[in-house]
């Protein structure tokens, strides 16, 4: 069973930097696809960044792109987003997450967040301007 636990949420002001770690146990890092989601109050999940663990391809949100990257480090079964310039509408419990299918599809909209089945339990990030 995948486990998936977050951490290194917290306030920042905007402009600011905030580097995510995601702990993945129980997971084979061969060849799978983990991702970062971001969720608001009374808002669908978003996914933000996504990551082929096979070759590291990466697919990420418009709203993110240049900003974040997710990458991963296998040693360690650690996934990371490391966000820079970040913005007030980047406020949201964030979320790492495991695909059950062997592969990344080629984009993170609402109605493919089905593809993920095993969560952590977030982490959140507040950004004040």
């Known amino acids: 069973q995948v486990h998936l636990s977050e951490s290194g949420g917290g306030s920042v002001q905007a402009g600011g930097s905030l580097k995510l770690s995601c702990v993945v146990s129980g997971y084979s890092w061969s060849s799978n696809c983990l991702g970062w989601f971001r969720q608001i109050p009374g808002k669908e999940r978003e996914g933000v960044a996504q990551?082929?663990?096979?070759?590291?391809?990466?697919y990420y949100h418009d709203s993110v792109k240049g900003r974040f990257t997710i990458s991963p480090d296998k040693a360690e079964n650690t996934v990371y987003l490391q966000m820079n310039s970040l913005k007030d509408e980047d406020t949201a419990m964030y979320y790492c997450?495991?695909?059950?299918?062997?592969?990344?599809?080629?984009?993170?909209?609402?109605?493919?967040?089905?593809?993920?089945?095993?969560w952590g339990q977030g982490t959140q990030v507040t950004v004040s301007s």
């Open positions: 990551m082929f663990t096979g070759d590291g391809r990466t």
């Open positions: 997450a495991a695909n059950k299918f062997p592969f990344c599809g080629d984009r993170m909209t609402p109605d493919r967040n089905f593809e993920y089945d095993s």
